[in-house]
Nanobody
Framework: QVQLVESGGGLVLPGGSLRLSCTVS????????VGWFRQAPGKEREGVSFIEARHDVTLHTDSVKGRFTISRDNAKNTVYLQMNSLKPEDTGVYLC?????????????????????WGQGTQVTVSS
């Protein structure tokens, strides 16, 4: 079963930064919509940031706009989530997901059910 692999989580002070990475060995992420989701205890899985297939257009949920950046390095087959100015409410398990391959429509759905492949997640804790 294909599984994405996340890394980069940890414990950080409010206002700090982390960079998460997502990679997979079985296919090229370039033609896939890739999204980062997060899940806090007792809450639904929430879409955070997305990068469209091929065109690299990015989308962010309102609560992270201006603080989070999603990017793709095709040579390394990796998608990154740079998280700055972290807040305690950003705490949760961060999971990356991929949907595709997208040959015609590069746009990403923001809902978890639209994604075929998932990682196990990496814990991000923002606390003083």
């Amino acid at each position: 079963q294909v599984q994405l692999v996340e890394s980069g989580g940890g414990l950080v002070l409010p206002g700090g930064s982390l960079r998460l990475s997502c990679t997979v060995s079985e296919f090229s992420l370039e033609r896939y919509c890739v999204g980062w989701f997060r899940q806090a205890p007792g809450k639904e899985r929430e879409g955070v940031s997305f990068i469209e297939a091929r065109h690299d257009v990015t989308l962010h949920t309102d609560s992270v706009k201006g603080r989070f950046t999603i990017s793709r390095d095709n040579a390394k087959n990796t998608v990154y989530l740079q998280m700055n100015s972290l807040k305690p409410e950003d705490t949760g398990v961060y999971l990356c997901a991929a949907d595709g391959p997208r040959y015609f429509d590069p746009t990403c759905t923001l809902k978890p059910h639209g994604y075929d492949y998932w990682g196990q997640g990496t814990q991000v804790t923002v606390s003083s």
